[in-house]
């Protein structure tokens, strides 16, 4: 088989829901051993969570677990009490990598703080993720994704409108707050890790969801810096237009290329609205983009999604399908063509058909070695193999609770 | 300035690409320590050496703002490509570089004769990268896009927006915004590959396939239940109230959260215990669930006649997850990224002072600060042939005459 990229990089997760099981879902796809820890009892809290089969809850059933932890191995630990800490700091002394996301000075608060765990593995790269960071005014502060979105200013550009509109901003779909941090996270993580190869150090790594979220290129915020003008949830006229279709929507840009508006007009058949004068130039397409799209609607709509996309795409001109999951999974003859969803069997689940990676390496290909792992799947390979525990001692570690 | 050793101090980069993606990635390269040289050229310029906003509103190839916080830290050099002897000092980049990232439409690095076997010719270990819209093969990879198509294909628009809207997807090329770093990652990964095996290799992203990473957890609803994912607002199955409250002023809002009974009750003692939220089908999540429209109408009836800030303190004195709806000029006041240092000033010879943002991550004994404003175009031609790439004076002398370095 061939070797993965991060193979024998050992990474130990103490941290739930979204954005630390995602930042080392990442390295774990990426080959690293990854061991992560779920309290005793319910587990991470994303188990609670679905999607579920039949939306009926199970915690071996939560898609939202299967996807983000898959490659990984899953152990019981509270180390919150002594005997669960002295496990919890034998697994650091085994680990490169420590992946937390609690509350500033709650690692303190257990005795594991990164100056404590320093002392069993003074090269432990320890990556922390905290909603707003370990310090400063606002460091305290609760937030979920919602607020973060918001809080970074994403939200306030979102939805784009075509017209000045009073309803609220609101956030983009799905956990996107959550995966950027973990993404930036496992940045962080991968470049810390490589300047400990070279000089021998630990590091300590403060990540900041708020300030994560912000990191995704935000035109306003360089507009701001050079302007001092706030952008706010108005379409910039940049000469993308959403037109509906017969059966959903396409985005295409075509009024700003000559080219690109010779040859859809000529799909068009020449209509004869275009030949009005301020059709004709391009500066002057901009300003009347609205209008535009109009016209363009009234065409677009007794066309398929996909027979635009075909003759659009042919004639150069930008074009996307506005899909839906069902649509990327069965519809997309790229994603078919570039075999980029892939299955694998859960013992609880069955088999399910999971995204790839995002990106492909021609030497250390991704692939998927094993689902998420049931709820302390790996207790005995843990406990047992890596640590030395006897059969008993773990019968009486589970026993007091600690696992 | 600070002249610590940096994560990827010594490591020399290649940067081929152009707009958003590929120089945001090499700004997080040059950032964390390593030499970023790109190639620009006088005769195609970099669609953001001439974008808005422009420094000081002095339009310019010198004064893009936009130009100027991607590409702070780094080199530039003009090449040409169009002139036979721009291979000279294409090759040698390639020699002297450890990573390459290039950004063109499929196919045009092979029509140069740089396609990756071609480059590893010339060096073995070299890692290359290349990002397009829809990947390097495939039925659809001659397609051209910007990020706003990648994002509606990756599934963004279909989630993002109102109910009872249309798909209007999130702001400008969003796709772009989100990708760069799932390339640094894979860059970062390859270099460590590289440092245990001695193996370069080559990168391939698609956008697309990239920007669709976040959403992957939906696609498991579909595999189970046959549920597409639609529209929410700022909505959430498993909370309320949640979403973006009005306040006193104008375009001001309060984000709230409330995601347990605790946090429930803690938020109507902040309201004053108010008759409605007694009554009982707000006591349980369902119940919200089921009455949110009525209940965020109560909710904002409240907020606004308050101060965005003002809901904010109060709520998060009660342990009550809520912050300000941010627009940009509260990001630069914010005093959390201000105590964080998010945002620093360089001083460009064009622009003057300008603000830029940092990496957005803090690595505990290494400075995240970019050394340098972004280069004037071309400002490194001799720096990079002479001092990088060993070339003499004379070779440097026949380039320009032949109009290979413009």
């Not at chain 1, 068009?268 to 130039?281: I, Q």
């Not at chain 2, 040409?80 to 390639?94: D, F, G, H, Y």
């Amino acid at each position: 088989m061939t070797p993965k990229a991060l193979e024998g990089v050992k990474v130990l997760e103490y941290a739930d829901f979204v954005t630390g099981p995602y930042c080392t879902k990442l390295l774990a796809d990426l080959g690293a051993a990854v061991i992560k820890i779920e309290i005793p009892g319910g587990g991470d809290p994303s188990r609670r969570r679905g999607p579920f089969p039949g939306d009926i809850p199970d915690r071996e059933r939560s898609g939202l677990f299967l996807y983000l932890n898959t490659n990984k191995r899953s152990i019981t630990l509270d180390p919150a009490v002594p005997m669960g800490r002295k496990i919890f700091t034998a697994l650091v002394e085994w680990a490169d990598i420590l992946v937390e996301d609690h509350a500033p000075g709650a690692m303190e608060a257990m005795g594991i703080s990164y100056d404590a765990l320093r002392g069993f593995n003074p090269k432990l790269v320890m990556t922390s993720i905290t909603p707003f960071g370990q310090t400063g005014p606002c460091s305290g502060d609760k937030a979920y994704g919602l607020n973060i979105s918001h809080g970074a200013g994403s939200g306030y550009l979102t939805p784009v409108a075509e017209a000045e509109d009073d309803r609220e901003p609101i956030k983009a779909g799905g956990f996107f707050d959550h995966c950027c941090s973990g993404l930036s996270a496992a940045t962080a993580t991968l470049l810390a890790f490589y300047r400990r190869k070279l000089s021998g150090d630990g590091e300590h790594i403060d990540i900041s969801e708020q300030e994560a979220s912000l990191a995704y290129d935000r035109v306003e915020v360089g507009i701001f810096a050079n302007e001092n003008f706030i952008v706010r949830r108005i379409h910039s006229g940049i000469g993308v237009a959403l037109a509906p279709c017969r059966d959903g929507h396409i985005v295409f840009a075509a009024t700003g290329n000559p080219l690109h508006w010779e040859s859809l007009m000529a799909m068009m058949d020449h209509p004869v609205w275009a030949k009005e004068e301020r059709f004709t130039d391009q500066a002057s397409r901009f300003k009347y983009a609205r209008e535009i799209n109009d016209h363009l609607s009234k065409w677009t709509v007794n066309h398929t999604t996909e027979d635009l996309y075909r003759r659009l795409a042919q004639a150069g001109i930008p074009v996307g399908i506005v899909r839906s999951q069902s649509d990327l999974v069965e519809k997309d003859a790229q994603l078919k063509h570039r075999e980029f969803f892939t299955g694998i069997d859960h013992p609880a689940a069955g088999e399910l058909t999971y995204a790839s990676a995002a990106y492909r390496f021609s030497e250390t290909p991704w692939r998927l070695d094993r689902p998420a792992p049931t709820l302390g799947q790996h207790n005995d390979e843990v406990y047992g193999g890596i640590l030395g525990y006897s059969r008993e001692q773990q019968v009486k570690l589970r026993q007091m609770g600690i696992l | 300035m600070t002249t610590a050793l940096r994560p990827l101090t010594g490591i020399k980069v290649f940067d081929f690409s152009a707009t958003v993606l590929g120089p945001t990635v090499t700004r997080y390269l040059a950032d964390h320590g390593a030499t970023v040289v790109r190639i620009e050229s006088l005769s195609h310029l970099e669609t953001t050496r001439i974008a808005t906003p422009y420094g000081g509103n002095q339009p310019g190839i010198n004064s893009s703002g936009y130009f100027a916080t991607h590409n702070a830290g780094k080199l530039s050099i003009t090449v040409n490509m169009k002139k036979p002897k721009a291979m000279q000092v294409v090759e040698r980049l390639i020699r002297w570089a450890d990573v390459l990232i290039e950004s063109f439409a499929p196919g045009v690095m092979a029509r140069w004769g740089l396609s990756y076997e071609d480059v590893r010719r010339i060096k073995p270990e070299i890692i290359m990268a290349s990002t397009s819209l829809q990947g390097q093969y495939g039925p659809y990879a001659s397609h051209r896009g910007y990020g706003q198509m990648a994002s509606a294909m990756a599934g963004w628009y279909e989630v993002t927006g109102w109910p009872d809207g249309e798909p209007v997807g999130p702001y400008s090329a969003y796709s772009d915004f989100i990708d760069w770093n799932f390339l640094l990652v894979s860059i970062l990964t390859a270099l460590d590959y590289r440092r245990r095996t001695g193996e370069g290799q080559y990168i391939e992203q698609s956008q697309l396939e990239s920007a669709l990473q976040f959403l992957a957890p939906a696609i498991l609803d579909y595999e189970f239940n046959g549920t597409v994912a639609g529209r929410m607002g700022n909505r959430d199955p498993y909370a309320a109230p949640h979403g973006a409250y009005r306040c006193l002023g104008e375009d001001r809002w309060c984000a709230i959260a409330v995601n347990c009974d605790e946090e429930w009750w803690a938020f109507c003692t902040v309201l004053g215990d108010l008759p409605w939220s007694r009554e009982e089908r707000f006591q349980t999540l369902a119940g919200r669930k089921a009455n949110e429209d009525e209940l965020d109408r109560l909710v904002e009836a409240w907020t606004c006649e308050r101060k965005a800030e003002d809901v904010t303190a109060v709520m998060q004195a009660a342990g009550v997850p809520a912050g300000v709806v941010q627009n940009a000029e509260d990001l630069f006041g914010d005093p959390q990224l201000a105590h964080r240092g998010h945002f620093a000033v360089l001083d460009h010879p064009e622009i003057g002072p300008y603000r830029i943002a940092t990496s957005c991550f803090h690595l505990s004994r290494c400075p995240n600060n970019p050394l340098s404003p972004a280069p004037l175009l071309g400002e490194h031609n001799e720096l990079v042939l002479e001092q990088f790439l060993g070339m003499t004076k004379d070779e440097i002398s026949d380039l320009v005459a032949e109009g290979v370095l413009e």
